[in-house]
């Protein structure tokens, strides 16, 4: 509790001003900013990689670090972050992106990796993720302390949620694409991003979950989805009766999620239901007000313990949003609190995201378990 002690005033000012996002007990916040830290991790263009592909040396962080996953092991949170290099064209999407990975004792100060533990190479993945790289992981732990990440295959030409494992967040196992056995190869070709696989609190630690004998995962840019697996790695879109993929959650004009709605970090099964948290897309035009146009936010939505496909509730308002210089400038400028990572450490909520496509920066919440 050493953190929310120091909080104590912004966590109310911040509830004070959002409460109706937060009058129903099943929301996981109200989420208060550390009152120094912020943001927790920085480019570094010192940091030089000997790239497999190019056999040359990068500066693979050079540029943005953003978007990252985070797990809890040894005590520690653990953070694995998008990094971009200073190759290809000054425009997003034009770099080379890697996974660093970083840590901490606290959840705010954070040591890194000197090089990228998940990055492109000569391996069968290859032809999916170069030139464009590895992007905006989540991570989860299973049962038997396998970490399961998921994460953007992207060669510039077309993407794919890829599935990796490990043991020790260092040396990992790709096995590709999520759905690329999925109903009889239905599903090759599909375009699809942004995926969290739902996991419940366990002695202090989320830990994928099974709900009727089956892991779940929520998934989707535009709308959001959802998918099976019996083993993690292998995955199956959960269809409607005419054979798409069923759609959860949709553009709502006038909200913060108005251009649409993109899946956070893995999903929290609680005593109230499945607790989702997503980044919304302001609109335009006839999007939210208090935003500005096309900046993304944080919101929440909550399923059904017994039915993830049932969506019993969704807060109207975001549970974080741009509102600090650094998360309105960077390469996105109209401005990100992408959230796709959260821990439960030292009795609290972390939430990690990625400020303006640049940075990395947290947000705090006490217990509501």
């Known amino acids: ?50 790239d497999p592909i190019r056999h040359a040396p990068v500066h693979w962080e050079a540029l943005h670090t953003f978007n990252p996953a985070a797990i809890v092991r040894d005590g520690k949170v653990y953070v694995l972050y998008r990094a971009e290099d200073d190759t290809g064209e000054m425009q997003i999407g034009m770099h ?43 991570i989860v732990e299973s049962e038997d302390g396998t970490y399961v990440l998921t994460y953007t295959q992207w060669n510039r030409k077309t993407y794919s949620v890829g599935i990796a494992t490990s043991r020790d967040l260092t040396h990992w196992t790709k096995y590709g694409p999520a759905f690329a056995d999925a109903a009889h190869g239905k599903y090759a070709d599909l375009k699809y991003k942004s995926a969290g696989i739902v996991t419940e609190l366990r002695n202090g630690r989320l830990i994928a979950a099974r709900i ?25 879109p959960v269809e409607d009766h005419q054979g798409k993929p069923v759609e959860l959650l949709h553009p709502r004009a006038g ?59 969704q807060a109207d308002t975001p549970v974080l949003k741009p509102e600090l210089p650094y998360e309105k400038t960077g390469q996105y400028a109209a401005g990100t609190t992408f959230a796709e990572g959260l821990v439960y450490f030292h009795d609290q909520w972390l939430l990690y995201y990625g400020c303006a496509d640049s940075l990395v920066a947290v947000a705090i919440a006490g217990s509501n378990k």
């Open 255 to 313: 909200h913060f999620d108005s251009s649409f709605p993109e899946t956070g970090p893995p999903p929290v099964l609680t005593k109230a239901g499945i607790v989702v948290i997503y980044n919304g897309k302001n609109a335009a035009a006839d999007g939210d007000p208090a935003l500005g146009p096309s900046a993304y936010a944080a919101g929440e939505a909550l399923f059904s313990a017994d039915d993830p496909s049932h969506l019993v509730t």
């Open 96 to 138: 080379t992106s890697r996974l660093g990975l970083a840590e901490s004792n606290d959840g705010i100060h954070f040591t890194r990796s000197a090089t990228p533990v998940f990055y492109p190479t000569e391996d069968a993945q290859k032809d999916r993720e170069w030139p464009g790289g590895v992007e905006d992981p989540r």
């Open 212 to 236: 009727k004998g089956k892991y779940w995962m929520y998934w989707g840019e535009g709308v959001i989805h959802l998918a099976t697996s019996t083993d993690l790695i292998h995955w199956s």
């Open 1 to 50: 509790m050493f953190l929310l002690r120091k909080l104590g005033i912004a966590v109310a000012l911040f509830g004070a001003l959002n409460a109706g996002a937060f009058s129903q007990s099943w929301v996981i916040g109200p989420f208060a900013r550390p009152s120094s830290g912020n943001p927790v991790i920085t480019p570094n263009p010192a940091s030089s990689f000997d």
